[in-house]
Protein backbone atom coordinates (compact mmCIF):
# COMPACT_ATOMS: atom_id res chain seq x y z
CA UNK A 1 0.00 0.00 0.00
CA UNK A 2 1.41 3.60 -1.10
CA UNK A 3 2.02 6.15 1.61
CA UNK A 4 -0.23 9.41 1.44
CA UNK A 5 0.55 12.66 1.64
CA UNK A 6 -1.58 15.24 3.07
CA UNK A 7 -0.66 18.51 5.32
CA UNK A 8 3.19 19.01 6.77
CA UNK A 9 4.52 17.11 9.35
CA UNK A 10 6.29 19.91 10.66
CA UNK A 11 9.22 21.82 10.62
CA UNK A 12 12.74 19.48 10.28
CA UNK A 13 16.45 19.81 11.04
CA UNK A 14 17.71 22.14 12.88
CA UNK A 15 15.12 24.42 13.11
CA UNK A 16 15.80 26.55 16.07
CA UNK A 17 19.61 27.69 14.21
CA UNK A 18 17.40 28.81 10.99
CA UNK A 19 14.40 30.97 12.42
CA UNK A 20 15.20 34.17 11.88
CA UNK A 21 12.57 35.32 9.66
CA UNK A 22 9.79 34.19 12.06
CA UNK A 23 11.67 35.77 14.76
CA UNK A 24 11.66 39.29 12.89
CA UNK A 25 7.88 38.86 12.10
CA UNK A 26 8.10 38.04 16.13
CA UNK A 27 9.80 40.88 17.12
CA UNK A 28 8.23 43.14 14.29
CA UNK A 29 4.87 42.68 16.83
CA UNK A 30 5.93 43.92 20.19
CA UNK A 31 3.96 46.61 20.18
CA UNK A 32 0.92 44.84 19.34
CA UNK A 33 1.57 41.68 22.14
CA UNK A 34 2.16 44.82 24.71
CA UNK A 35 -1.28 46.61 23.71
CA UNK A 36 -3.09 43.11 23.75
CA UNK A 37 -1.68 42.62 27.56
CA UNK A 38 -2.75 45.91 28.02
CA UNK A 39 -5.80 45.37 27.70
CA UNK A 40 -6.45 42.49 30.07
CA UNK A 41 -8.39 42.45 32.88
CA UNK A 42 -6.71 39.67 35.29
CA UNK A 43 -7.33 39.62 38.87
CA UNK A 44 -4.97 38.05 41.52
CA UNK A 45 -5.44 34.63 42.11
CA UNK A 46 -3.71 31.13 43.25
CA UNK A 47 -4.21 29.27 40.34
CA UNK A 48 -1.52 29.70 37.49
CA UNK A 49 -2.27 31.67 34.58
CA UNK A 50 -2.45 29.34 31.37
CA UNK A 51 -0.87 31.05 28.16
CA UNK A 52 -0.61 28.82 25.07
CA UNK A 53 1.69 29.09 21.89
CA UNK A 54 0.12 26.84 19.02
CA UNK A 55 2.62 26.00 16.44
CA UNK A 56 6.10 26.83 18.85
CA UNK A 57 8.00 24.61 16.13
CA UNK A 58 11.20 23.05 18.21
CA UNK A 59 11.16 26.08 21.01
CA UNK A 60 13.64 29.30 20.42
CA UNK A 61 11.04 31.67 19.10
CA UNK A 62 8.51 30.22 21.33
CA UNK A 63 10.23 30.89 24.22
CA UNK A 64 11.55 33.93 23.01
CA UNK A 65 7.63 35.50 22.96
CA UNK A 66 6.31 33.50 25.86
CA UNK A 67 9.06 34.91 28.18
CA UNK A 68 8.01 38.42 26.67
CA UNK A 69 4.38 38.01 27.50
CA UNK A 70 5.22 37.15 31.07
CA UNK A 71 7.39 40.10 31.23
CA UNK A 72 4.86 42.18 30.02
CA UNK A 73 1.95 40.46 32.28
CA UNK A 74 4.69 41.52 35.30
CA UNK A 75 5.13 44.73 34.31
CA UNK A 76 1.87 46.01 33.40
CA UNK A 77 -0.47 43.87 35.62
CA UNK A 78 2.00 43.24 38.41
CA UNK A 79 -0.16 40.26 39.31
CA UNK A 80 1.58 37.82 41.56
CA UNK A 81 0.61 34.37 39.97
CA UNK A 82 2.46 31.86 38.87
CA UNK A 83 2.22 30.86 34.85
CA UNK A 84 1.72 27.44 33.12
CA UNK A 85 2.53 27.56 29.52
CA UNK A 86 1.53 24.97 26.63
CA UNK A 87 3.98 24.80 23.76
CA UNK A 88 1.53 22.99 21.06
CA UNK A 89 2.85 21.54 17.91
CA UNK A 90 2.16 18.35 15.70
CA UNK A 91 3.07 14.88 17.89
CA UNK A 92 5.57 14.86 14.68
CA UNK A 93 7.56 18.27 16.09
CA UNK A 94 11.33 17.54 17.17
CA UNK A 95 9.90 17.41 20.57
CA UNK A 96 13.35 16.89 22.20
CA UNK A 97 14.77 20.22 21.04
CA UNK A 98 11.95 21.75 22.42
CA UNK A 99 12.13 20.30 25.66
CA UNK A 100 15.97 20.78 26.32
CA UNK A 101 15.02 24.57 25.51
CA UNK A 102 12.35 24.47 28.38
CA UNK A 103 14.50 22.58 30.96
CA UNK A 104 16.19 26.04 31.23
CA UNK A 105 13.49 27.91 31.84
CA UNK A 106 12.27 26.26 35.22
CA UNK A 107 12.89 29.51 37.06
CA UNK A 108 10.56 31.38 34.82
CA UNK A 109 7.80 29.59 34.16
CA UNK A 110 6.38 25.96 34.26
CA UNK A 111 5.94 24.61 30.08
CA UNK A 112 4.68 21.84 28.74
CA UNK A 113 3.82 20.12 25.39
CA UNK A 114 1.27 19.28 23.47
CA UNK A 115 1.22 17.13 20.85
CA UNK A 116 -2.17 17.84 18.59
CA UNK A 117 -3.07 20.04 15.27
CA UNK A 118 -4.36 23.38 16.22
CA UNK A 119 -7.26 22.67 14.14
CA UNK A 120 -8.91 20.48 16.71
CA UNK A 121 -9.20 21.21 20.49
CA UNK A 122 -5.76 21.54 22.22
CA UNK A 123 -7.33 22.58 25.93
CA UNK A 124 -10.06 22.00 28.10
CA UNK A 125 -13.29 24.71 27.81
CA UNK A 126 -12.82 27.75 29.48
CA UNK A 127 -9.28 27.40 30.77
CA UNK A 128 -6.46 29.97 28.92
CA UNK A 129 -6.39 33.51 29.31
CA UNK A 130 -3.91 33.82 26.31
CA UNK A 131 -3.69 32.44 23.34
CA UNK A 132 -0.73 32.80 20.49
CA UNK A 133 -0.10 31.75 17.45
CA UNK A 134 2.52 33.20 14.61
CA UNK A 135 3.17 32.44 11.31
CA UNK A 136 1.39 28.81 11.80
CA UNK A 137 -2.12 28.90 10.28
CA UNK A 138 -1.01 29.24 6.50
CA UNK A 139 -0.07 25.89 6.74
CA UNK A 140 -3.56 23.87 5.66
CA UNK A 141 -4.81 21.57 7.91
CA UNK A 142 -4.64 18.90 4.65
CA UNK A 143 -3.70 19.06 1.12
CA UNK A 144 -7.18 19.65 -0.64
CA UNK A 145 -6.06 18.78 -4.09
CA UNK A 146 -2.15 18.42 -6.15
CA UNK A 147 -1.75 21.42 -7.83
CA UNK A 148 -0.78 21.26 -12.06
CA UNK A 149 2.43 22.49 -13.00
CA UNK A 150 3.76 24.14 -9.51
CA UNK A 151 4.02 23.39 -5.89
CA UNK A 152 2.06 25.92 -4.50
CA UNK A 153 -1.22 27.41 -5.36
CA UNK A 154 -1.58 30.25 -7.48
CA UNK A 155 -3.80 32.57 -9.63
CA UNK A 156 -2.57 30.32 -12.61
CA UNK A 157 -4.85 27.49 -11.76
CA UNK A 158 -7.76 28.70 -10.57
CA UNK A 159 -9.66 25.86 -9.89
CA UNK A 160 -7.02 24.63 -7.73
CA UNK A 161 -6.53 27.69 -6.41
CA UNK A 162 -10.11 28.02 -5.15
CA UNK A 163 -10.33 24.85 -3.65
CA UNK A 164 -7.08 26.09 -1.75
CA UNK A 165 -9.09 29.24 -0.59
CA UNK A 166 -11.77 26.92 0.81
CA UNK A 167 -9.84 24.79 2.61
CA UNK A 168 -8.30 27.90 3.93
CA UNK A 169 -11.74 29.26 5.45
CA UNK A 170 -12.61 26.32 6.87
CA UNK A 171 -9.63 25.83 8.67
CA UNK A 172 -9.57 29.39 10.01
CA UNK A 173 -12.98 29.20 11.08
CA UNK A 174 -11.74 25.50 13.00
CA UNK A 175 -8.85 27.52 14.45
CA UNK A 176 -10.51 30.02 16.01
CA UNK A 177 -13.66 27.90 16.87
CA UNK A 178 -11.56 25.82 19.04
CA UNK A 179 -9.61 28.77 20.86
CA UNK A 180 -12.78 30.39 21.44
CA UNK A 181 -13.94 27.04 23.27
CA UNK A 182 -10.20 27.19 25.12
CA UNK A 183 -10.40 30.96 26.26
CA UNK A 184 -11.80 32.19 29.27
CA UNK A 185 -14.13 35.20 28.81
CA UNK A 186 -12.33 38.33 28.07
CA UNK A 187 -9.30 36.12 27.27
CA UNK A 188 -6.83 37.08 24.27
CA UNK A 189 -5.99 35.89 21.46
CA UNK A 190 -2.80 37.44 19.32
CA UNK A 191 -2.07 36.39 16.07
CA UNK A 192 0.50 37.08 12.95
CA UNK A 193 -0.64 35.48 10.07
CA UNK A 194 2.04 35.12 6.68
CA UNK A 195 -0.18 36.95 3.83
CA UNK A 196 -0.62 38.27 0.97
CA UNK A 197 -0.21 42.44 0.13
CA UNK A 198 -3.18 43.64 -1.48
CA UNK A 199 -2.30 43.34 -4.72
CA UNK A 200 -2.09 39.37 -4.01
CA UNK A 201 1.45 38.98 -4.09
CA UNK A 202 3.62 37.69 -0.89
CA UNK A 203 7.35 38.40 -2.07
CA UNK A 204 7.40 34.51 -1.83
CA UNK A 205 6.66 34.04 -5.34
CA UNK A 206 10.39 33.72 -6.95
CA UNK A 207 11.12 31.71 -3.73
CA UNK A 208 7.92 29.12 -4.41
CA UNK A 209 9.19 29.39 -8.33
CA UNK A 210 12.61 27.97 -7.36
CA UNK A 211 11.68 25.37 -4.97
CA UNK A 212 9.25 23.44 -8.10
CA UNK A 213 12.20 24.26 -10.54
CA UNK A 214 14.42 22.57 -8.03
CA UNK A 215 12.01 19.55 -8.10
CA UNK A 216 11.77 19.53 -11.92
CA UNK A 217 15.30 19.20 -12.29
CA UNK A 218 15.36 16.00 -9.98
CA UNK A 219 15.09 12.94 -11.50
CA UNK A 220 11.58 12.52 -10.79
CA UNK A 221 8.70 10.40 -12.14
CA UNK A 222 5.38 12.44 -13.40
CA UNK A 223 3.49 11.18 -10.64
CA UNK A 224 6.17 12.73 -7.86
CA UNK A 225 5.99 15.77 -9.66
CA UNK A 226 2.41 16.42 -9.02
CA UNK A 227 2.35 15.10 -5.76
CA UNK A 228 4.71 17.64 -4.69
CA UNK A 229 2.13 20.26 -3.93
CA UNK A 230 3.29 22.32 -0.58
CA UNK A 231 0.24 22.57 1.84
CA UNK A 232 0.11 26.55 2.59
CA UNK A 233 -2.09 29.14 1.50
CA UNK A 234 -1.23 32.94 2.24
CA UNK A 235 -4.82 34.54 2.98
CA UNK A 236 -5.18 38.65 2.15
CA UNK A 237 -5.74 40.99 4.72
CA UNK A 238 -9.63 40.44 4.44
CA UNK A 239 -9.73 37.26 4.36
CA UNK A 240 -8.01 37.73 7.98
CA UNK A 241 -10.16 40.48 9.16
CA UNK A 242 -13.25 38.12 8.40
CA UNK A 243 -15.99 39.59 10.78
CA UNK A 244 -18.73 36.40 9.94
CA UNK A 245 -16.15 33.97 11.41
CA UNK A 246 -15.47 36.12 14.63
CA UNK A 247 -19.25 36.75 15.40
CA UNK A 248 -19.58 32.91 14.89
CA UNK A 249 -16.60 32.30 17.31
CA UNK A 250 -17.87 35.15 19.77
CA UNK A 251 -14.42 37.24 19.10
CA UNK A 252 -14.27 40.57 19.36
CA UNK A 253 -11.87 42.77 16.93
CA UNK A 254 -9.84 44.88 19.18
CA UNK A 255 -6.87 45.85 16.59
CA UNK A 256 -5.41 45.07 13.51
CA UNK A 257 -2.73 45.91 10.88
CA UNK A 258 -0.56 44.66 8.08
CA UNK A 259 2.87 45.22 7.47
CA UNK A 260 6.02 44.28 4.98
CA UNK A 261 8.99 42.30 6.65
CA UNK A 262 12.51 42.45 5.37
CA UNK A 263 15.14 39.98 6.78
CA UNK A 264 18.21 41.29 8.56
CA UNK A 265 20.50 39.34 6.50
CA UNK A 266 19.39 40.41 3.57
CA UNK A 267 19.83 44.02 4.17
CA UNK A 268 23.13 42.83 5.61
CA UNK A 269 24.05 41.37 2.28
CA UNK A 270 22.19 44.16 0.47
CA UNK A 271 24.90 46.70 2.32
CA UNK A 272 28.07 44.44 1.57
CA UNK A 273 28.28 43.32 5.18
CA UNK A 274 27.61 39.35 4.46
CA UNK A 275 29.47 37.27 1.45
CA UNK A 276 27.21 35.76 -1.36
CA UNK A 277 28.13 32.23 0.42
CA UNK A 278 26.62 33.39 3.55
CA UNK A 279 23.50 34.98 2.12
CA UNK A 280 22.80 31.55 0.28
CA UNK A 281 23.95 29.39 3.18
CA UNK A 282 21.46 31.12 5.86
CA UNK A 283 18.37 31.24 2.65
CA UNK A 284 18.88 27.79 2.07
CA UNK A 285 18.86 26.88 5.72
CA UNK A 286 15.92 28.68 6.05
CA UNK A 287 13.66 26.89 4.18
CA UNK A 288 15.09 23.55 4.14
CA UNK A 289 13.58 23.95 7.67
CA UNK A 290 10.07 24.39 6.29
CA UNK A 291 10.08 22.75 3.01
CA UNK A 292 11.91 19.80 3.59
CA UNK A 293 9.19 17.35 5.07
CA UNK A 294 6.86 18.32 1.91
CA UNK A 295 9.52 16.78 -0.61
CA UNK A 296 10.52 13.74 1.45
CA UNK A 297 6.54 12.35 1.75
CA UNK A 298 6.65 13.12 -1.89
CA UNK A 299 9.54 10.82 -2.30
CA UNK A 300 8.50 8.38 0.55
CA UNK A 301 5.19 7.46 -2.13
CA UNK A 302 8.03 6.16 -4.21
CA UNK A 303 8.37 2.56 -1.85
CA UNK A 304 11.06 1.55 -4.82
CA UNK A 305 13.15 4.38 -3.51
CA UNK A 306 15.37 3.49 -0.82
CA UNK A 307 16.57 5.57 2.08
CA UNK A 308 19.41 6.40 1.08
CA UNK A 309 18.27 7.04 -2.38
CA UNK A 310 15.65 9.88 -0.72
CA UNK A 311 18.57 11.17 1.55
CA UNK A 312 20.79 11.93 -1.76
CA UNK A 313 17.73 13.46 -3.67
CA UNK A 314 17.00 15.96 -0.79
CA UNK A 315 20.52 16.98 -1.02
CA UNK A 316 20.68 17.66 -4.33
CA UNK A 317 17.80 19.19 -4.16
CA UNK A 318 18.96 21.78 -1.47
CA UNK A 319 22.69 22.24 -3.32
CA UNK A 320 20.63 23.13 -6.38
CA UNK A 321 18.32 25.62 -4.59
CA UNK A 322 21.88 27.23 -2.85
CA UNK A 323 23.62 27.43 -6.24
CA UNK A 324 20.68 28.94 -7.69
CA UNK A 325 20.33 31.46 -4.79
CA UNK A 326 24.30 32.50 -5.69
CA UNK A 327 23.41 32.86 -9.33
CA UNK A 328 20.70 35.75 -8.61
CA UNK A 329 20.92 36.96 -5.17
CA UNK A 330 18.87 39.84 -6.32
CA UNK A 331 15.87 38.11 -6.89
CA UNK A 332 15.81 36.69 -3.49
CA UNK A 333 15.47 39.40 -1.23
CA UNK A 334 12.88 38.48 1.37
CA UNK A 335 9.72 40.30 2.26
CA UNK A 336 7.11 38.95 3.91
CA UNK A 337 3.77 40.47 4.65
CA UNK A 338 2.35 40.03 8.42
CA UNK A 339 -1.56 40.49 9.38
CA UNK A 340 -1.38 41.08 12.99
CA UNK A 341 -4.30 40.74 14.97
CA UNK A 342 -5.78 41.40 18.41
CA UNK A 343 -9.32 39.02 19.49
CA UNK A 344 -11.63 39.21 22.67
CA UNK A 345 -12.79 36.61 23.48
CA UNK A 346 -16.74 37.76 24.60
Not at 118 to 124: K, T
Not at 164 to 176: G, M, T, V
Not at 241 to 264: A, G, R
Not at 318 to 344: A, G, M
Request: glycine share 4%; charged share 20%.
Amino acid sequence: MKKQTGATVGMIGSYNNNCSLQLRFIKNSIPFIKESIEKLDINNSSFPLLIADFGSSHGENSVFIIKLIIDFLNEINKINRSYLIIHNDLPTNDWKSLFNILNNQENIYFGLGNGRSFYNQCLPNNCLTIGYSSSSIHWLSKKPCNISNHCIANYDNQNEFILFKSQAKEDYRQFLQNRSYELIQNGILILLITSVNQQGLSAFEPIYNLLYKCAKLLPLNDEELFNYTIPVYLRSYDECIDNEIFEKCSFELIKSDISTVELPFCQQWKKGDMSIDEFAKIHTGLFRCGAESVLKQTLEINEKRSKEEIDHLLNRFWQIYNEQIKQNPHEFIIKSCQTYLILKKL
